[in-house]
C-alpha cells in the first residue's frame, strides 16, 4: 500500500517554500535518502515556481496540487495546475557547454529534473498539467568498489 501526501498550494511564491518544508519532513519521517529529499524540493521548487510566474493569464486564486507517494520502493511526486498548456518534456535541453554569461537564461531547473529523475511524465486532463516524477528510493545503496559481508 502506498504512502502518500497531498498538498494544495495556493499559487503565490509565498507559499513555495512552506510546501517544501512540508515535503521535507514528510520525507525525512520516511527515511528518504538525501538525493531523494533533494529530487523532490527542486521539483517543488521549480515545477511550482514556473507555474506560478508563466502559467496563469488572470488574477484569480489559483491552487497546485503536489502529491508525493511512496510505494515499492519509489518516489513519485506528482504537480498538478490549472495554468496554460506547459509540458516541460517539450523543452530543448540547455547547451550547458556555453560559458554562463553565453547561456539564456531559463531551462536550467527543468533540464535537472529530467536529469535527476529516473522518469518523467507530462499530460494535460481536463484543463489541467500534470508532471509526475519518478525517483527510486534505495534502502541500502552499495557503493561501487565496497562489498557487504554476509553473515
Not at 12 to 34: C, G, H, I, K, Q
Not at 57 to 74: R, Y
Amino acid at each position: 500500500m502506498a504512502d502518500e501526501l497531498t498538498l494544495q498550494i495556493q499559487a503565490s511564491l509565498s507559499a513555495v517554500s512552506s510546501a517544501n518544508e512540508t515535503a521535507s519532513r514528510w520525507l525525512a519521517d520516511r527515511n528518504a535518502p538525501p538525493e531523494v529529499q533533494y529530487l523532490a524540493n527542486l521539483a517543488v521548487e521549480q515545477l511550482v515556481t514556473n507555474c506560478i510566474k508563466y502559467g496563469y493569464e488572470d488574477a484569480a486564486e489559483h491552487m497546485i496540487e503536489v502529491k508525493l507517494q511512496i510505494s515499492c520502493n519509489e518516489l513519485a511526486l506528482t504537480v498538478t495546475d490549472d495554468g496554460r498548456p506547459f509540458n516541460p518534456l517539450e523543452l530543448p535541453e540547455p547547451d550547458i557547454r556555453l560559458p554562463i554569461e553565453d547561456r539564456p537564461i531559463g531551462g536550467l531547473g527543468i533540464y535537472l529534473l529530467r536529469r535527476m529523475s529516473d522518469h518523467m511524465d507530462y499530460v494535460r486532463v481536463a484543463g489541467k498539467n500534470s508532471v509526475t516524477l519518478r525517483k527510486s528510493i534505495h534502502k541500502s545503496p552499495i557503493r561501487p568498489g565496497t562489498r557487504q559481508d554476509k553473515t
